[in-house]
């Protein structure tokens, strides 16, 4: 196995040189009836990311991009013979062939936003699994019909049921499957008033120009605000905080609406 | 085996054939009863059926056909009769064992329980746990159980879970699933097998380098199918037989439930001829193909052909021939392969009669063909295509048989006719299986 890793970077390394190919492509679940709100989050970020970064890529929906992800986590990106998944190796990659969003923060700004992204990750990231999957009206009307869509039965129940084990143990790790639903509501809270008092009037986090961190607040925000669930107390949450909410707007408007009129 | 406890018989018939040796078959003699010792639990109309067959007896030598000691009388019986007495030990209640296997790149240590007989009519219970050094692991528990009609039918229920490595192909698999089969012989030597299976199927990439065609095919898919396998094998070994011919044809539906639809209809063939001089001549021809049935419900790389390799079409890699991305074989719907042997001992005969008997060499040669093909109703048309492309690899090398179950070979072998993208392995080839062509 080692071999195998370090052929890999070798890998990477030689394929910093190349530029962007045109035939990127993005691969998640289907967004209509498959996506649950903690992937469509991450799904959201990440096509931000791109898109601010003005790189083009193809949107991929397969019933089994979760399996197809070498992390097991979507969404992921095929860039010539590249897979990469999630966020943040993303985000890598990406800046392996010399394209940055955040070339104009200085240091202390730069450990600011990995500082504020992590707490996102950390907070609404977990919270949008512990609603999905531990809170048991959200999995029983939502979850539970949407992941075991694509499968047939009795495949669907054994599946779900094997996700919930998965998550309930990742959720134990980070001490979160003991919080009540209003403890998590209250933890969601904070980190919107945290990430709230940052932003400020600001257009972006960082000025004028967008970073890896308003992508990742527009996916996760937006996500939320746009997923109707029965217990809509996350969304109302959320939806109190004003500048967020113009963020997502500014975001949305720039770059996904603009891309689809073209 | 049995004692016969008979009346004076023997005394009067050691007395004659001492005297003029009179054959045994002269001498009247019916079973009149039989008993059996030492039997706890298995059932007395299994019994009768295994003793059937002496009743049938109408003289001494018929009767000694079935055992090896006689001795005295019992009390009632008739002029001619015999009472006969089995003095039995049944198997155990539970048999185990422990044991380690090695395959595939992956060492496992394999707790297997055995509970026989389990009912008094041969019921057998079996289970087995597997745990490997790639902490992958796997069981499998079978219920048997046969019956005493004509054609002696037997039905097998079990549940399983096994994982294996497909490096050639870059994936995974783990099966987890069920199966139900009904056995029986609807002639002798031809065995038939009913069988439904619902295996739950689970792909993933074996190496983050794995091609991206076999990585869209990842993920879970449940089959449902019902099969049926006829075989007929007159061949006096599995290995290296000397005679005989084998032939099994394998049909299979699935779509019954599950998301994966295909009919599979599959068939194999050998025929063995003795030339004279020790020298064999073995000829085998195989082939399947497989077709969608219904338009939702598709098939994957589990499911599809693949061929070459040291027990398939030699001289070509593991699954090397056919279909190839980034290195992986993806497989095909269809495929034949013909192969063609002449088996000879080894030269001067070392060790004759006896371990020498388990070596062979041979030269052979391979023919065979893999693809997507467009089939039509015109037969010559088809023909033209199975014939188009196809691989053909010659060689030599020796055999050697291993508890007549599998086989060793090395051969040297000579790819004459290959396709651009399969994978050659010209030269020296090692290979070790039970099934082979």
Same mark, same amino acid.
């Given at each position: 196995?080692?071999?195998?890793?370090?052929?890999?970077?070798?890998?990477?390394?030689?394929?910093?040189?190349?530029?962007?190919?045109?035939?990127?492509?993005?691969?998640?679940?289907?967004?209509?009836?498959?996506?649950?709100?903690?992937?469509?989050? =991450?799904?959201?970020?990440?096509?931000?990311?791109? %898109?601010?970064?003005?790189?083009?890529?193809?949107?991929?929906?397969?019933?089994?991009?979760?399996?197809? =992800?070498?992390?097991?986590?979507?969404?992921?990106?095929?860039?010539?013979?590249?897979?990469?998944?999630?966020?943040?190796?993303?985000?890598?990659?990406?800046?392996?062939?010399?394209?940055?969003?955040?070339?104009?923060?200085?240091?202390?700004?730069?450990?600011?936003?990995?500082?504020?992204?992590?707490?996102?990750? =950390?907070?609404?990231?977990?919270?949008?699994?512990?609603?999905?999957?531990?809170?048991? #009206?959200?999995?029983?009307?939502?979850?539970?019909?949407?992941?075991?869509?694509?499968?047939?039965? $009795?495949?669907?129940?054994?599946?779900?049921?094997?996700?919930?084990?998965?998550?309930? %143990?990742?959720?134990?790790?980070?001490?979160?499957?003991? %919080?009540?639903?209003?403890?998590?509501?209250?933890?969601?809270?904070?980190?919107?008033?945290?990430?709230?008092?940052?932003?400020?009037?600001?257009?972006?986090?960082?000025?004028?120009?967008?970073?890896?961190?308003?992508?990742?607040?527009?996916?996760?925000?937006?996500?939320?605000?746009?997923?109707?669930?029965?217990?809509?107390?996350?969304?109302?949450?959320?939806?109190?905080?004003?500048?967020?909410?113009?963020?997502?707007?500014?975001?949305?408007?720039?770059?996904?609406?603009?891309?689809?009129? #073209? | 085996?049995?004692?016969?406890?008979?009346?004076?018989?023997?005394?009067?018939?050691?007395?004659?054939?001492?005297?003029?040796?009179?054959?045994?078959?002269?001498?009247?003699?019916?079973?009149?009863?039989?008993?059996?010792?030492?039997?706890?639990?298995?059932?007395?109309?299994?019994?009768?059926?295994?003793?059937?067959?002496?009743?049938?007896?109408?003289?001494?030598?018929?009767?000694?056909?079935?055992?090896?000691?006689? =001795?005295?009388?019992?009390?009632?019986?008739?002029?001619?009769?015999?009472?006969?007495?089995?003095?039995?030990?049944?198997?155990?209640?539970?048999?185990?064992?422990?044991?380690?296997?090695?395959?595939?790149?992956?060492?496992?240590?394999?707790?297997?329980?055995?509970?026989?007989?389990?009912?008094?009519?041969?019921?057998?219970?079996?289970?087995?746990?597997?745990?490997?050094?790639?902490?992958?692991?796997?069981?499998?528990?079978?219920?048997?159980? $046969?019956?005493?009609?004509?054609?002696?039918?037997?039905?097998?229920?079990?549940?399983?879970?096994?994982?294996?490595?497909?490096?050639?192909?870059?994936?995974?698999?783990?099966?987890?699933?069920?199966?139900?089969?009904?056995?029986?012989?609807?002639?002798?030597?031809?065995?038939?097998?009913?069988?439904?299976?619902?295996?739950?199927?689970?792909?993933?990439?074996?190496?983050?380098?794995?091609?991206?065609?076999?990585?869209?095919?990842?993920?879970?898919?449940?089959?449902?199918?019902?099969?049926?396998?006829?075989?007929?094998?007159?061949?006096?070994?599995?290995?290296?037989?000397?005679?005989?011919?084998?032939?099994?044809?394998?049909? #299979?539906?699935?779509?019954?439930?599950?998301?994966?639809?295909?009919? %599979?209809?599959?068939?194999?063939?050998?025929?063995?001829?003795?030339?004279?001089?020790?020298?064999?001549?073995?000829?085998?021809?195989?082939?399947?193909?497989?077709?969608?049935?219904?338009?939702?419900?598709?098939?994957?790389?589990?499911?599809? +052909?693949?061929?070459?390799?040291?027990?398939?079409?030699?001289?070509?890699?593991?699954?090397?021939?056919?279909?190839?991305?980034?290195?992986?074989?993806?497989?095909? #719907?269809?495929?034949?392969?013909?192969?063609?042997?002449?088996?000879?001992?080894?030269?001067?005969?070392?060790?004759?009669?006896?371990?020498?008997?388990?070596?062979?060499?041979?030269?052979?040669?391979?023919?065979?063909?893999?693809?997507?093909?467009? +089939?039509?109703?015109?037969?010559?048309?088809?023909?033209?295509?199975?014939?188009?492309?196809?691989?053909?690899?010659?060689?030599?090398?020796?055999?050697?048989?291993?508890?007549?179950?599998?086989?060793?070979?090395?051969?040297?072998?000579?790819?004459?006719?290959?396709?651009?993208?399969?994978?050659?392995?010209?030269?020296?080839?090692?290979?070790?299986?039970?099934?082979?062509?």
């Amino acid at each position: 196995m080692p071999s195998v890793l370090l052929t890999e970077s070798i890998a990477v390394e030689l394929g910093a040189v190349e530029p962007w190919p045109d035939d990127v492509k993005l691969y998640q679940p289907y967004e209509v009836e498959q996506i649950l709100l903690p992937d469509n989050a =991450s799904c959201l970020s990440v096509q931000a990311f791109l %898109k601010m970064a003005s790189l083009d890529f193809q949107v991929q929906m397969r019933s089994n991009a979760e399996s197809m =992800s070498p992390s097991g986590k979507v969404p992921f990106i095929r860039c010539g013979a590249f897979v990469v998944a999630e966020m943040d190796p993303i985000v890598a990659f990406v800046n392996t062939k010399g394209i940055r969003l955040n070339d104009h923060l200085s240091d202390a700004e730069k450990a600011d936003m990995r500082a504020y992204m992590s707490l996102v990750n =950390s907070v609404l990231a977990n919270a949008e699994l512990y609603i999905c999957w531990c809170h048991n #009206e959200t999995f029983q009307e939502v979850t539970k019909p949407r992941y075991g869509s694509v499968y047939p039965w $009795p495949l669907n129940h054994v599946l779900c049921w094997r996700k919930k084990k998965s998550i309930k %143990k990742k959720l134990a790790s980070v001490q979160w499957l003991d %919080k009540s639903l209003e403890e998590v509501y209250e933890e969601v809270n904070n980190c919107c008033h945290a990430v709230s008092e940052r932003l400020g009037t600001q257009k972006y986090f960082f000025g004028e120009r967008p970073t890896e961190l308003d992508a990742l607040v527009f996916g996760h925000f937006f996500s939320i605000i746009t997923t109707p669930l029965p217990d809509n107390r996350l969304a109302a949450t959320v939806r109190g905080y004003q500048n967020l909410i113009d963020l997502c707007k500014t975001v949305d408007e720039k770059f996904f609406q603009k891309k689809q009129e #073209e | 085996m049995g004692t016969v406890y008979a009346k004076t018989l023997i005394e009067e018939e050691q007395m004659k054939i001492d005297e003029n040796k009179i054959s045994l078959d002269k001498i009247k003699a019916r079973v009149d009863k039989v008993h059996v010792d030492g039997v706890g639990r298995t059932k007395d109309d299994i019994l009768a059926k295994a003793v059937k067959d002496l009743f049938q007896a109408h003289n001494f030598e018929e009767l000694i056909n079935f055992f090896l000691f006689l =001795s005295t009388l019992g009390p009632e019986a008739s002029p001619d009769g015999v009472e006969v007495t089995f003095h039995t030990v049944e198997v155990r209640r539970v048999v185990g064992g422990v044991n380690t296997l090695v395959g595939n790149n992956e060492g496992s240590m394999v707790v297997g329980m055995k509970l026989p007989n389990l009912g008094g009519r041969g019921e057998n219970l079996q289970a087995e746990y597997q745990y490997g050094t790639k902490r992958s692991y796997g069981f499998n528990a079978t219920v048997t159980k $046969p019956f005493i009609f004509r054609g002696n039918p037997r039905i097998t229920g079990a549940v399983f879970q096994h994982a294996a490595d497909f490096p050639w192909s870059g994936f995974r698999q783990i099966d987890r699933g069920t199966l139900l089969e009904v056995a029986f012989e609807s002639a002798p030597q031809i065995h038939h097998s009913f069988r439904w299976e619902g295996i739950w199927r689970e792909l993933k990439c074996a190496l983050p380098s794995t091609a991206f065609a076999v990585r869209e095919e990842t993920g879970h898919s449940l089959k449902s199918s019902i099969k049926h396998i006829l075989t007929r094998d007159t061949r006096d070994n599995l290995v290296l037989p000397t005679a005989g011919t084998f032939l099994r044809l394998n049909q #299979e539906l699935a779509g019954l439930g599950g998301d994966i639809g295909f009919f %599979k209809q599959e068939f194999e063939f050998q025929f063995n001829q003795n030339l004279g001089y020790d020298m064999i001549l073995q000829g085998s021809l195989m082939g399947g193909f497989m077709k969608r049935t219904s338009l939702d419900k598709s098939f994957n790389i589990a499911d599809r +052909f693949f061929l070459g390799g040291p027990l398939s079409l030699r001289g070509f890699m593991m699954r090397g021939v056919g279909p190839h991305n980034e290195d992986n074989a993806l497989g095909a #719907e269809s495929y034949w392969a013909t192969g063609l042997h002449l088996y000879s001992p080894l030269p001067f005969r070392p060790g004759k009669g006896g371990i020498g008997e388990l070596f062979k060499t041979h030269l052979f040669l391979n023919v065979g063909n893999i693809g997507n093909f467009q +089939f039509s109703d015109d037969y010559h048309q088809n023909l033209i295509t199975l014939l188009t492309n196809l691989r053909l690899a010659c060689g030599a090398g020796i055999v050697l048989s291993v508890g007549h179950v599998a086989r060793f070979e090395l051969n040297y072998c000579v790819p004459i006719r290959y396709q651009p993208g399969d994978k050659l392995n010209p030269g020296l080839q090692f290979g070790v299986g039970v099934t082979f062509l």
